[in-house]
C-alpha cells in the first residue's frame, strides 16, 4: 500500500466512523478530556477493526490508555536522560569557559544557555524520532497481540520495519506528521474558537492516524 493509499484510506475511515454518527464523537470528543480513554479507543483502531469500533467498556478502555501511556513513557526515557545530559554537561562546560574567560556580560551567558537548549531540543528531537519509529510499530503490536511485552520486542519490531522498507516506513511517516502539522497549524490560526476546533477534532485525528498506523504495520506484516 503507498503512501497515497496509507492517507485516502485513513481519511476515508476517520470519515466514516464519525460523519453522521454524532453521539459517537461527542463521546470521543470527551474522552479525549479523559485522556486514558481515547488511547484506549486508538488501540481498538490499531486491531484492524473495519468499519471503527463503537466506544464501550469504558473501564476497559481506560485501563488500555493508561498501558498505552506506560509504553510511550518506556520509549521517551532514553530520549529525555539523552536531553537532559547534553543540556548539563554542555551548560556545565559552557559556564566554567565562561568563568575562565571572566565574561561578566551576562547576555553572552544567557545566550550560550539559549544555544545549549536549542542543541538539547534538536538531539532530543532526533533521537525521539528514532525510537518512534520502534515505539509505532510496538503499539500496534500490542494492540494485535494484547501483550506489552510485544511493545518491546525489538527483534520482531525491526523485522517488521525491514519487511515495509526502512526508507518507505521513514517517509510514510514524516509525510503524516506533516498533515497533522499543517491541520493543527490552520487551525492555529483561527482566533478565539482554535482551542475548541482542536478539542472537536481531536477524535477524528485519532481515528485517522491510528488506522495509517494500523496499515502501516499491515504492510510488513
Do not use: C, H
Not at 3 to 12: K, M, Q, V
Not at 158 to 177: D, M, P, R, S
Not at 178 to 203: D, E, K, Q, S, T
Amino acid at each position: 500500500m503507498g503512501i497515497g493509499e496509507l492517507l485516502s484510506d485513513s481519511f476515508g475511515y476517520a470519515n466514516e466512523g464519525l460523519i453522521g454518527k454524532w453521539v459517537r464523537w461527542i463521546i470521543l470528543i470527551i474522552s479525549s478530556i479523559i485522556f486514558p480513554l481515547i488511547m484506549g479507543y486508538s488501540l481498538r483502531v490499531m486491531k484492524g477493526t473495519t468499519p471503527a469500533p463503537e466506544p464501550g467498556d469504558y473501564l476497559g478502555m481506560f485501563i488500555d490508555g493508561i498501558k498505552m501511556i506506560i509504553i510511550e513513557i518506556v520509549y521517551m526515557i532514553i530520549p529525555l536522560i539523552i536531553a537532559i545530559a547534553t543540556f548539563s554537561l554542555s551548560g556545565g562546560f559552557g559556564s566554567v569557559a565562561m568563568l575562565g574567560m571572566n565574561v561578566e556580560n551576562p547576555l553572552a551567558y544567557i545566550g550560550m544557555l539559549v544555544a545549549t537548549f536549542g542543541l538539547s531540543l534538536i538531539l532530543f528531537m532526533i533521537v525521539a524520532f528514532i525510537f518512534s519509529l520502534f515505539g509505532i510499530i510496538g503499539m500496534v503490536r500490542f494492540a494485535r497481540t494484547g501483550s506489552m511485552g510485544e511493545a518491546f520486542a525489538f527483534g520482531e519490531i525491526t523485522n517488521t520495519i525491514g519487511k515495509i522498507g526502512w526508507g518507505q516506513y521513514i517517509i510514510a511517516l514524516i509525510v503524516l506528521f506533516i498533515v497533522i502539522f499543517v491541520i493543527y497549524a490552520v487551525i492555529g490560526l483561527i482566533p478565539v474558537i482554535g482551542g475548541l476546533i482542536n478539542l472537536i477534532i481531536a477524535p477524528y485525528i485519532v481515528l485517522m492516524t491510528s488506522r495509517y498506523y494500523s496499515n502501516l504495520y499491515d504492510t510488513g506484516a
